[in-house]
């Protein structure tokens, strides 16, 4: 047994006692790396700088990677259920270590970096060390961090930047309102999606910064932390910082995955870094109960993109203003709008995938799509969306909100196609 991290939080401090508040430990490094083998991911850890020490993690790259019966630790390893060593690349050293990782200043960082990073065993393997990039907000970008890290990372000696496979950045767009995940008026619907479409000034500030001291663009940035974060709601009362999506949070991710495609070309890694009863998740379980989120429609309609060539995407469509709060811009002096359409495309082989988000609350987008070298022979459209922008699943109504797919009737350069209010579509189309 040990005490959660996060134990001070308030909500666990009311909770009762149990394993939300003491981990008894049964869900570790090695049931973790299992985990990964069986849905095919790579697994992606971090090193603990707060609290351990560069020692403690060389043992644990060598727990994870040691070649079978070589090390004290690689018989530990197969005691736990794997003679095989995991081959784990990707390594955090540290997590948010601006604040709950160690209230470290981005020069006392850089010496960490260096310590954790140096003469690692790498047991034949390409390890992949990610620096603890910036918290950043709308408010805030942290664009100070990340030029402090790398100016004292690379002016000990520009060789070190070799070290650093990537800087990741976090990004919760918060809420809105009183803060619950269902409830919300229609300027709160588009303040959130406002708020979520900062990601891609975010992207290009740090990846502007980073560029100040990595000239060859060694170093790709890492978004892996991200979504909407809005107060906990009752799926169980000691569940930390779990709520139930709705259709407003589908809408975040999508046009979220569409700003990460649109910067392919800067973007190594971007993680929903919560999966079940947590920020911005997937699945809802609670013992034998379960649910897919709208979110997990909006991934499982997005993985066409995957292994695809991105490609240049132009939407035009009347902007929205958007009122903070539901206060009239006329009233703050601060104007603010939000596109009418955006997405991304990507292309494999001969088929062109097309996301794009409509974040209009009641109106449809009649758009005309043109495609610049080649011709639509036939397509596929893929649409979620639902009538009520409140709209959610949950264990009484799992199928609440599903995407819908057809045949789409398009042919040649250019064809029209209106876009459902409030929707997230998909058109997969084959070219001639």
């Given amino acids: 047994m040990r005490t959660n991290f996060w134990d001070n939080t308030p909500q666990l401090c009311q909770a009762p006692d149990g394993p939300q508040k003491y981990d008894p430990n049964t869900f570790g490094t090695a049931e973790f790396m299992r985990f990964c083998q069986l849905c095919g991911s790579k697994p992606y850890v971090a090193a603990n700088v707060r609290s351990l020490t560069p020692h403690d993690f060389d043992e644990w790259v060598e727990y994870c990677n040691s070649p079978a019966g070589s090390t004290t630790l690689a018989q ?17 050293i540290g997590n948010e270590s601006w604040g ?4 470290f200043r981005p020069e006392e960082y850089a010496v960490e970096f260096r310590r954790f990073t140096s003469w690692v065993p790498t047991y034949g393997l390409n390890l992949r060390f990610i620096g603890s990039g910036p918290g950043a907000s709308g408010r805030d970008p942290q664009v100070s961090w990340t030029r ?31 803060g619950d995940s269902l409830e919300f008026s229609t300027d709160e619907w588009y303040q959130m999606l406002w708020q979520a479409d900062l990601m891609d ?11 100040e001291y990595d000239r060859e663009r060694k170093v790709k940035l890492l978004v892996d932390e991200w979504g909407a974060w809005h107060r906990t709601t009752a799926l169980r009362p000691a569940y930390l910082f779990s709520y139930i999506p709705s259709l407003r949070d589908a809408l975040v991710t999508a046009l979220t995955l569409d700003i990460f495609n649109r910067h392919a070309d800067k973007l190594a890694m971007c993680n929903d870094a919560q999966l079940v009863n947590n920020i911005n998740a997937l699945f809802l379980a609670v013992e034998d109960r379960f649910a897919p989120t709208t979110i997990f429609h909006v991934f499982d309609m997005y993985q066409s993109h995957q292994g695809g060539r991105s490609l240049r995407l132009i939407c035009e469509a009347p902007s929205i203003p958007v ?6 811009p006329a009233t703050t002096g601060k104007e603010k709008s939000l596109w009418g359409l955006a997405g991304s495309a990507s292309l494999h082989g001969k088929t062109l995938v097309l996301t794009v988000v409509n974040p209009h609350a009641r109106e449809p987008r009649e758009a005309e799509v043109s495609l610049r070298g080649g011709e639509a022979r036939a397509a596929q459209a893929t649409v979620l969306t639902a009538l009520d922008i409140h709209a959610h699943n949950d264990f009484d109504h799992p199928d609440e909100v599903l995407p819908r797919t057809e045949a789409a009737g398009v042919s040649g350069s250019r064809f029209p196609w209106t876009f459902k209010p409030a929707s997230v579509t998909k058109l997969e189309i084959e070219l001639g």
Avoid at 162 to 176: E, I, P
Avoid at 323 to 328: A, C, E, H
């Fill in 76 to 92: 530990t390893r197969a005691a736990d259920g794997s003679r095989e060593p995991y081959n784990v690349i990707y390594w955090g």
């Fill in 201 to 211: 000034s975010l992207v290009n500030e740090h990846w502007q910064a980073m560029g």
């Fill in 100 to 103: 709950c990782g160690g209230d």
């Fill in 148 to 178: 402090g890290f790398l100016e004292n990372l690379v002016g000990k000696s520009p060789r070190l930047l070799d070290r650093l496979f990537g800087f990741s950045m976090h990004y919760y767009c918060g809420t809105t309102g009183n």
């Fill in 323 to 328: 009122r903070p709060n539901g206060v009239s």
